[in-house]
């Protein structure tokens, strides 16, 4: 496909009121400043506060700029994501989150490294200033299984300010999958990627839409998403347990025909017994991960469903100098 703007700027926005306004003052100024061409896609990932009448106000104001893209449930951040990478008209795309953790002014950083050849520029939180025991320390030995599991090595994958090129971007939305990971994801597709370090800020307002439930499902996507290493260790694992069960079981066997039977060690045998049962359940589970997304690819349902998609894209309008005639509105 070929680029119309320079800058797609892509957005999921969950119940986000309270940001949106100082989002939008702040990422216009930083687009405007930069003299290209853009535009922005705010996805509304079913928001049941106001930020889907904020949105289209947004579009309002800058009726070429600002694309709003209108899920008709909640279907999450990264359809959110996906469903805007879909219809991009940018040579490179930034996806930043609405809450302003990402700051819009990293932008130019982002986009330098772009210019300097990186057709992926991740990014490395600065200082999280997220609670250390429930989020900074599980997210940072998440990143560690997953370097180890999957072999992909993104240094802080949870920050989801990222530039890529419009072909990983439209590799990405290629991908039929129905869990996919758009960092991991554009980082596989990447010819030259690099990664810079960007401020990270505190939740400006609201809450993290992210309970601990949800950062399970999001881990186990991930992993089961791109790796059978949860297969393979379990399958191993299971050989090694079973082979060492089976040697208990002659050992008691050899004893009961020598000694008798016992009845002292009944305990122990509950123990191992139990033992290999949360084995089975475990491996049954992994398992079941595997075949529920078999299961959802084989239905082909859409991934996300679209109520209304709110655009101009009528092409006269997107440079930055009728961006400045527009200034005068924000
Ligand atoms: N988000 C979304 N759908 C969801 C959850 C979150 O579109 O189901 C958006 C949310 O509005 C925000 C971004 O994804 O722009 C990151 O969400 P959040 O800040 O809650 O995640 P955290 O920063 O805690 O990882
Ligand atoms: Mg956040």
Redesign the pocket.
């Known amino acids: 496909m070929t680029a119309s703007v320079y800058l797609s700027v892509v ?6 009121e309270d940001v949106l306004e100082s989002l939008y003052k702040r990422l216009i100024k930083v687009c405007d400043d930069l003299g290209k061409s853009f535009e922005i896609i705010f ?5 049941n506060d106001r930020s889907s009448e904020i949105l289209k106000e947004f579009h309002l104001r800058r009726p070429h700029q600002i694309r709003v893209i209108e899920f008709s449930g ?4 990264h ?3 996906l469903a805007a990478f879909e219809r991009v008209r940018g040579e490179v795309i930034i996806n ?4 302003l ?1 990402n700051p819009p002014e990293e932008i130019p950083r982002l986009l330098e490294k772009y210019r300097q050849g990186h057709d992926y520029v991740g990014s490395i939180r600065d200082v999280r200033q ?1 609670s250390f025991l429930f ?1 900074s320390l599980p997210s940072k030995f998440m990143n560690w299984l997953r370097g180890v599991i999957t072999g992909i090595r993104i240094t802080d994958q ?1 920050c ?1 300010m990222r530039a890529y090129s419009r072909r990983i971007v439209d590799l990405v939305a290629k991908c039929h999958e129905s869990s996919t990971f758009v960092t991991v994801l554009g980082y596989s597709f990447s010819i030259n990627p690099t990664e810079i370090r960007i401020r990270h800020d505190a ?1 400006a307002e ?5 309970g601990i439930y ?1 950062l399970v499902r999001v881990t186990f996507d991930l992993f089961t998403g791109f790796s059978m290493a949860p297969l393979h260790v379990f399958t191993v694992f299971g050989f090694f347990v079973s082979s060492l069960s089976g040697l208990f079981v002659f050992y008691l066997l050899v004893r009961r025909l020598i000694i008798g039977p016992e009845a002292e060690g009944v305990f122990t045998l509950f123990a191992i017994a139990f033992f290999l049962i949360s084995v089975a359940i475990a491996g049954i589970g992994i398992v079941g991960e595997y075949v529920g997304r078999i299961y959802q690819v084989v239905r082909y349902r859409p991934r996300y469903l679209i109520r209304e998609i709110i655009e101009d894209l009528s092409e006269d309008d997107v440079s930055s100098t009728s961006s400045m005639k527009r200034r005068a509105l924000i």
Do not use: H
């Open positions: 957005i999921p926005v969950y119940n986000e996805t509304n990932d079913g928001s909640n279907f999450g951040q359809m959110a994501i930043l989150d609405a809450d953790q997220d989020r949870g989801m939740r609201g809450q993290s839409k992210y949800k």
